[in-house]
């Protein structure tokens, strides 16, 4: 069915745009333009599928039962950290500092900085490399702001075959953060 306006009709310039939208959604050139759109769909899902992956990652590394993790910042000292149970060891500089935290606190950290799936944006899996023998999947995501904190940029993590993470880093904070699994024990503060 073609609009046509009727002798009282105040638009007449509409007609030209009206059929232009019935040529534009006629069923030969329909069919591209869902496409299209499942196309998008398809690619907006994998994105919160890797949102998912993600966020499951870290929510794995706050229940690993010990990691050892090492920072570096730009203009600040390498600083390592070593997670056993619920005590965490901190050295930044010569020495061990042991800070004891509440059962299921280390959970309840990583929930308020990562809340769930859905508050990480630009998800996407952007390769694959090995990480000290390890192969990992890289993923590039931006976090959810902190209260009273500026927004973070665009970060990366590497998440290994057993869906924990095995480095991170940020461009934004010119971080890098290497986690270890295996053999991590407790240090001697």
């Known amino acids: 069915m073609v609009w046509k306006p009727s002798a009282h009709s105040r638009c007449h310039h509409a007609e030209p745009s009206m059929r232009a939208l019935a040529t534009i959604f006629a069923p030969a050139r329909f069919t591209p333009v869902l496409a ?3 196309i998008l769909a398809q ?3 994998a994105r919160a599928d890797d949102c998912q ?3 499951n990652a870290y929510e794995a590394l706050s229940k ?4 050892r993790q090492t920072m570096t910042f730009a203009g600040v000292p390498p600083m390592e950290l070593i997670a056993v149970g619920d005590a965490i060891y901190m ?9 004891s935290v509440e059962p299921g606190m280390r959970a309840a950290m990583q929930k308020q900085t990562m809340p ?3 508050a990480l944006k630009a998800c996407s899996q952007v390769g694959t490399e090995t990480v000290r023998g390890q192969a990992a999947t890289i993923y590039q995501y931006t976090p959810p702001p902190l209260e009273g904190a500026d927004p973070l940029g665009p970060q990366r993590v590497w998440i290994g075959d057993k869906g924990l993470p ?3 880093t940020s461009q934004q ?9 295996d053999n991590v024990v407790a240090p001697i503060p």
Not at 173 to 181: G, I, K, P, Q, R
């Open 173 to 181: 904070e010119n971080t890098d953060v290497n986690l270890f699994y």
């Open 64 to 67: 690993a039962p010990a990691y």
């Open 91 to 99: 050295k930044h500089g010569p020495s061990w500092q042991k800070m």
């Open 43 to 45: 690619v907006q899902g």
């Open 116 to 118: 769930s799936a859905a």
């Open 53 to 55: 992956t993600i966020y």
């Open 166 to 168: 095995l480095r991170m």
């Open 36 to 38: 299209a759109v499942a």
